[in-house]
């Protein structure tokens, strides 16, 4: 959820069209579609409007935050009329796969990684991590005939599954 504080709506969509154009550099999914978006708010400066951004890590120690910081910096300190951007990572809420927009889990499908099902074994509260041995659609041909290849995937909220039906791998998202 993106909330947003003290501008117009304008500024604050063109400020989002910007997001929305920065990917994760580890996932073919914009910041924004992944739900790394919590806060937004924009204050007018004597120079221009200051722009506070706080993001929510998928996990801790992730190694894209510094790449993510510097996009959003960069990118949105270039729309005319921004005097400043800061970007503050937070934690509360955690963020958890059911952030993922539709449109961002069907941009993963696209490439070859699975998202759980919004809801289905979430704490609500603190983080937790579900494994799940078996029964993950195959992103390519959509069967249940899966089966965990190994727990630790490319990225620390990924990990790997194999389909017996088109003999694929694939990865899937940890639900956290």
């Not at 709506?9 to 790394?36: A, K």
Request: net charge negative.
């Amino acid at each position: 959820m993106v909330h947003s504080a003290s501008t117009s709506n304008g500024r604050r969509e063109e400020i989002m069209t910007v997001l929305r154009g920065i990917p994760d550099p580890e996932m073919p999914i914009s910041i924004v579609d992944l739900g790394l978006v919590e806060r937004l708010e924009i204050a007018r400066g004597v120079a221009g409007d200051r722009v506070d951004i706080d993001i929510l890590p998928t996990f801790v120690g992730c190694p894209a935050l510094p790449m993510i910081e510097s996009d959003i910096t960069t990118q949105v300190g270039a729309v005319d009329g921004i005097e400043s951007v800061t970007v503050r990572f937070v934690h509360d809420p955690p963020w958890s796969v059911d952030r993922i927009s539709e449109a961002g889990r069907e941009s993963l499908r696209t490439h070859g990684v699975t998202v759980p099902e919004r809801g289905v074994g979430g704490s609500g509260g603190a983080p937790t991590v579900t494994l799940r041995t078996s029964a993950v659609p195959c992103p390519f041909c959509g069967s249940r005939a899966t089966s965990l290849d190994s727990a630790f995937g490319p990225t620390r909220c990924r990990m790997i599954y194999y389909c017996d039906s088109c003999r694929n791998s694939f990865e899937h998202m940890k639900r956290v």
